[in-house]
């Protein structure tokens, strides 16, 4: 089982450029952080600083350097400490045949690309909640990286170019972006013996296993015993490891994840409950929209109701007839 894959699909992420701009000194930019949305900018030549809200230290960002904002609240990009802070709103609109944004007061130039990532909340994802506040990779760490640099420059190449197509390509090229940010993370943290988090727990080969067979079979009768058995781990050892990178106990991981499973099936409306409650590892739907309320706040059928769009459009249109 391909986890990564597993919890991106249910994500529901899409990937967007806002525009390419070129920045001249003195220039600042804040952006206020938003739950389901990953802002990001790609700096092609020239240099600036970002700084973060509450985290009390400032990066500097040269050509060729990236950075994704998953979860920070609040945050700046900027010439220097002698600019003057405007916020994202005030930023030009671009229009639909401009390729590039000039802002500033006219001194030093950097080039950039901005984009953000945005992507579903309704339901609870490990992936989104084990997000750093920032992502960031160095124009050298690009080198051993090959892909996310290939993706970045191809993003550069079509905002740049006139082809035919290129709305939808920068759009699917922007979606790999994201993937390849997290590979780069994965990559990160497993190197890291101080971090934590899902995406250290899946490049861990104990908990990742026990992750993948979870994800593979939610519905199958998983226990911290046969769990801890199948990652060749003692019990005590297994549940153990397992909270600290992921920060949940295994039968809480294995709940909310077939939560989300069901949050999927429910979206897509083709099955009645009692069929998603076994799909989804309860013997009974009444267990299962019981779990299903405690992890979430609604019924299933509430929850249907609300993500069902032909329901909200009848049901609009029920209440509007004479």
């Known amino acids: 089982m391909d986890i990564l894959s597993d919890t991106l699909d249910s994500l529901q992420f899409t990937g967007s450029i806002y525009c390419k701009a070129e920045f001249t000194a003195p220039w600042g930019l804040r952006f206020d952080g938003a739950n389901g949305h990953a802002g990001f900018i790609f700096v092609v030549r020239g240099s600036c600083y970002a700084d973060f809200d509450g985290l009390g230290h400032s990066l500097t960002l040269t050509g060729g350097d990236f950075i994704m904002v998953p979860k920070c609240s609040g945050y700046v990009f900027k010439s220097g400490n002698d600019a003057e802070i405007v916020p994202i709103s005030q930023f030009p609109q671009p229009g639909d045949d401009e390729k590039v944004i000039k802002f500033g007061g006219g001194g030093a130039m950097t ?71 997290l590979r780069f ?3 990160q943290s497993k190197d890291c013996p101080s ?64 939560m989300n499973k069901a949050q999927q099936l429910l979206k897509e409306g083709s099955q009645n409950l009692a069929k998603i409650a076994v799909d989804v590892g309860y013997q009974s739907e009444a267990a299962f929209s019981k779990a299903f309320r405690r ?15 032909d329901y909200s459009y009848l049901a609009g249109a029920t209440s509007s007839s004479p």
Not at 134 to 142: G, N, P, T
Not at 295 to 309: H, K, M, V, W
């Open 185 to 187: 993370s994965i990559g």
């Open 295 to 309: 992890e979430t706040g609604l019924a299933p059928g509430s929850f249907r109701r609300q993500n069902d769009p």
């Open 111 to 181: 080039t950039a690309i901005m984009g953000c990532i945005t992507f579903d909340t309704m339901a609870k994802n490990p992936l989104v909640d084990s997000l750093p506040e920032y992502i960031y990779v160095k124009a050298e760490q690009l080198q051993s990286e090959p892909w996310l640099e290939m993706t970045l420059r191809l993003i550069v190449s079509e905002i740049s170019g006139n082809k035919p197509g290129s709305i939808i390509a920068i759009s699917r090229l922007t979606d790999l972006l994201f993937i390849h940010t």
């Open 195 to 258: 971090t934590i988090g899902f995406l250290k727990a899946i490049s861990d080969p104990q908990i990742g296993l026990a992750l993948a067979l979870i994800h593979e079979k939610p519905q199958a009768p998983w226990t911290v015993s046969s769990l801890a058995e199948a990652a060749n781990l003692s019990r005590s050892s297994f549940a153990v490891k397992f909270a600290a990178l992921t920060g949940k106990t295994p039968l809480e991981y294995v709940t909310s994840w077939r």
